[in-house]
């Protein structure tokens, strides 16, 4: 089967980075991508591609190559459908706000509209693919619909789940550790999975993609995901540990990481882990593992959560009592505001906590993050609907330059690890601020001694 036109449902952080690498790789395969949200695709199609809506190191230069050559943005959601033989679904997969499995679950409500919506559309055999992480056994659902609604037509669904982390989404694209692709086992399912093989192996060799059956597929994505988010809870249990001890979790880190059979990543100590995934997933894995009655299974991986949330409430807890038990009126300067460097992403970061906990006692937070705009940091307070619009607008400064951010505040704390903070004149920030100067370094990336000797009172995790 010879692929020449693909559809992605969804312009999101996964269905534009992930289609922009195919269509750069395979200049033969048109790939459209469509989203409801039209501001999104205007910004997709941006004439300078530097204002793309989803900023990732090396994705504008591949837009500004395939873009108009054989990759498409477009809210025609119908005609791209109709004319594909490959359709990814990429729409977002949210935790479930209401009803049966509320805060737990995955909300499907979208995935049943894309399915809905192809069944409709439909007219000749094409192949689904689940490309958002979804709950096990999801692919039987989007089955059951396009078969019992659609216009005859035959379809295949395949679950290929996407591994790529942001502010690496392209390397990991360009150079994936594997591709996953989950398929029926009969003749038919093959010839599909055949089809997807085909498009990846025009740029990874053949020996990284993986075939398995549908389920075996959807559940390696949650299981990866909770795999990794687990480490980050354990080494910041131990960050805790460390604090009381007089050991340093980084030292510790280190040691354990030259095992070879722990490995040295994931095992950096930070304020929490956030993005669109961890949480998520293991909240879904969790619901899962309680509908089929597997309590233990469901309260083993809940403890990852429940070790990240404290470890957000740690940090704001220490600012604190560290500012002599109170904040309130006090200037509190956040460095960085992203879940993680290099992304403007800000999905469950802890900054966002750790800014609502402050604010709960009265601290004035100002902020400077390279990538992140004002609104963005502002529909996340609002989101978590503490106080009203007015109160978070009063209490959250913007700024567009760090220095200017931390003159004359009390306390400065890093929220994510972007390289140049590490770069600063700390001289001249310490000049600027209310002595005593206090750093709270929620990523350990500042240096300690240099800090402490400029005079600053520094505060890393786990040490
Ligand atoms: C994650 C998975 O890595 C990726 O495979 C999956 O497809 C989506 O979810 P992402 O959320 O983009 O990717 O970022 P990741 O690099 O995994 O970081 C997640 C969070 O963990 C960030 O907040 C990061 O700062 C934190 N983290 C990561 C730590 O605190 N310590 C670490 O050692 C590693
Ligand atoms: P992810 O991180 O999984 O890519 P995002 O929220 O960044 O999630 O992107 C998902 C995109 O899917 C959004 O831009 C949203 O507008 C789009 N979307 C959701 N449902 C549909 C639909 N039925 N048709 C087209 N686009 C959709």
Redesign the pocket.
Known sequence: MEITKICC???????GPTMAVIAQKCPHIQVTV????EQ?IKDWNDPNTDNIPIYEPGLAEIVAEARGRNLFFSTE?EKAIDEAQIIFI???TPTKTYGKGKGMAADLK?IE??AR?IAKVAKQNKIVVEK?TLPVRTAEAIKSILDNTGNGVQFQILSNPEFLAEGTAVTDLLNPDRILIGGDTTPEGEIAINALVNVYANWVNRDKILTTNVWSSELSKLTANAFLAQRISSINAMSELCEKTGADVNEVAKAIGMDSRIGPKFLKASVGFGG?CFQKDILNLVYIAKTYGLNEVADYWEQVIIMNDHQKRRFSNKIVQTLYNTVADKKITFLGWAFKKDTNDTRESAAIYVADDLINEQAKISVYDPKVSRNKMLSDLDYLETRSVQENINSLTIFNDAYDACKDSHAIAVLTEWDEFTTYDWQKIYQSMHKPAFVFDGRNILDAKKLESIGFVYKGIGS
């Open positions: 449902i969804g312009a999101g952080y996964v269905g469509v989203d409801l949200n999104r959601v990429s729409v977002n979208y509209l894309c919506q958002s669109s």
